[in-house]
């Protein structure tokens, strides 16, 4: 129980991390270039997306670390893991062409490679624990809104 817990932490630190990091790309734009794009009626308002992302991020830890305990030397472990950690780089990597490129198609695109991503992601997690691919669900949710938000502000700009 001890390594779990410490596959867990680890993990949800390494989430938080990216998380962090992409909050640069984000506040270069979120006040000023976001501000002047048009939204959809159904965009919420930007002091939700901390805390949503924060106990994302932290669900996602959780469950990557759940996997982690399982043995990182067993192959299943190790393609979910593969799978956590390219989504989690292209998660990142939309905040970046999105907020710090300021290129709402290309991070369309992007956001729709991570959903293709993260439902691999929950396969292989499934896998491996039912629980971690259970914790993974609301993050896909968050992303699928996303995807639709992104969509409409390409389309209206």
Known sequence: MKKKGLYIIIAVAICMVIGFLSGFATQSSVNT???GLNKPIF???NWLFAPVWTVLYIMMGIA???VWAKGFYHLWVKTALYHFG???LLNATWSVVFFGLREPFWAFIVIITLLILIVLTIRWFKVVSKIAALLLIPYLLWVCFATVLNYKIWELN
Request: no cysteine.
């Open 33 to 35: 270039w976001y501000v």
């Open 43 to 45: 965009n919420p308002p």
């Open 64 to 66: 990557a670390g759940i």
């Open 86 to 88: 390219f989504q989690l």
